[in-house]
């Protein structure tokens, strides 16, 4: 076996009762969930029996998220399953930062909850909305997005598929042109132009938190959304950046596979990453953190 990676996901792979069984069969995931509602009263709950009405909003996502996936991590660690690599898909880069050892993970918590907050302000300021493109090049859906004042690329996911951000009034009609295309927009789980300009408050707001927050080298290799390459001297920069920037998830999954990894474990409540990954990179192998649970497949 060469090198493994976990990635860790973002939101819209979000239910209700997630992360409940790791809590009750796992004392590491039981410590990881008891750390968090010590910061935030309540999180373990919300992702135990919150609604997926509850759980949709930003500022809750983000925490139970990142609460669920850390405990997932820290089971897998307490298997002897540890990484090579880590990077996580937009909030999910602030969980693979704290594994990594970039902050501890109180620290990370904090961070993330501060995150989810600021960017659920911005998306209250206008209806705006994302969707995924499928069955279009790149160059396709940026020409159709450049014709709408604003709509943006914004998550490079994998081959034939992108997430667009931007005003929900320009959505119907940008739809119907992927449509006439040959494509199909799907609408997101999420509440906000998230990694667009309509971003840009969020992340100038959340850098200032990042320049107050103590940082070590990170003891696993993390790799960053914006560049798509290791992280370097500016953690705190890449960081605020990604708010607003473009997820270059389809290179970054290339360059982990140049640096030796061909084995993938989704750290999250889905299989959105696993998804992607088997289409970036069919040799490679993906599977989800459960895998590695229920059948030793890892």
């Known amino acids: ?11 819209g792979d979000q239910y209700p009762g997630m992360g409940k069984e790791l809590y009750e069969a ?6 990881v969930f008891d750390l968090c509602d010590q910061i935030r009263p ?19 996502t983000q925490p139970c998220l990142f609460a669920m996936e850390l405990a997932a991590a820290e089971v ?7 990484p090579d690599a880590v990077a996580g898909f937009s909030l999910g880069e602030v969980t693979a930062a ?13 961070l993330v909850c501060r995150r989810g907050q600021l960017m659920q302000q911005a998306a209250e300021k206008q209806d705006t909305a994302m969707a995924a493109v499928v069955k279009l090049p790149a160059e396709t859906v940026e020409a159709l997005c450049a014709n709408h004042r604003e709509l943006y690329p914004v998550n490079y996911n994998c081959p034939g598929q992108i997430s667009v951000s931007g005003l929900s009034s320009e959505m119907t009609a940008f739809s119907a042109e992927v449509k006439a295309a040959g494509g199909r927009a799907i ?3 999420v509440r906000g132009a998230f990694h667009s300009p ?13 320049a107050k927050t103590q940082m070590k080298p990170p003891a696993i290799s993390l790799y960053s959304d914006v560049t798509a390459e290791e992280y370097g001297e500016n953690p705190a920069e890449l960081l605020s950046k990604q708010i607003a920037s473009p997820v270059r998830w389809e290179q970054l999954i290339r360059n ?6 061909d084995t993938f474990i989704e750290i999250g409540p889905g299989k959105t990453l696993t998804n992607l990954i088997a289409k970036i990179a069919p040799a490679a192998k993906a599977v989800p953190y459960t895998a590695c649970l229920e059948g030793n497949q890892c």
């Open 98 to 110: 704290a594994f990594a050892g970039l902050f501890d993970y109180a620290t990370g918590f904090s």
């Open 187 to 189: 609408p997101l789980k």
């Open 42 to 60: 309540g999180t373990s709950n919300q992702c135990f029996s919150g609604t997926a009405e509850e759980l949709k909003e930003t500022a809750n």
């Open 26 to 31: 796992y004392p590491a995931a039981g410590r």
């Open 256 to 261: 982990l596979i140049s640096a030796g990894v």
């Open 198 to 210: 309509f971003m840009a408050e969020a992340a100038e707001a959340f850098s200032v938190d990042l």
């Open 76 to 82: 897998l660690r307490g298997k002897g399953i540890v």
């Open 1 to 11: 076996m060469g090198r493994i990676a976990f990635v860790f996901s973002g939101q």
